[in-house]
Nanobody, 121 residues
């Protein structure tokens, strides 16, 4: 069973940066992409960024496109989400997920436990 463990969340101020990490283990052949979702209070969980395991394709939702950057370390089976210029509206629980493709958001089969990001104004 694929295991995903997120880390790096916390409380920061508006304009600060934060880097989330997702460590993947027991990856199976049906996993070709890893994504980051977030769920704010009272809202649905939303895919915000994703990358294929070969690194050739990425996806960013418009709200984060110019501020968040995905990267990966294949040797460590880790994916990172560098979040810059954070805003209070970025406050959410952030989830790492894995699946066969980066889109659609319903394609993801495996999930981490989530990490809280809180941005104060």
């Amino acid at each position: 069973q694929v295991q995903l463990v997120e880390s790096g969340g916390g409380l920061v101020q508006s304009g600060d940066s934060l880097r989330l990490s997702c460590a993947a283990s027991r990856l199976t052949g049906d996993v070709n992409a890893m994504g980051w979702f977030r769920q704010a209070p009272g809202k649905e969980r939303q895919l915000i960024a994703a990358i294929t395991l070969d690194g050739l394709n990425t996806f960013y939702v418009d709200a984060v496109k110019d501020r968040f950057i995905l990267s990966k370390d294949s040797t460590k089976n880790k994916v990172y989400l560098q979040m810059n210029s954070l805003k209070p509206e970025d406050t959410a629980v952030y989830y790492c997920a894995a699946g066969p493709r980066i889109l659609p958001s319903s394609a993801y089969d495996y999930w981490g436990q989530g990490t809280q990001v809180t941005v104060s104004s």
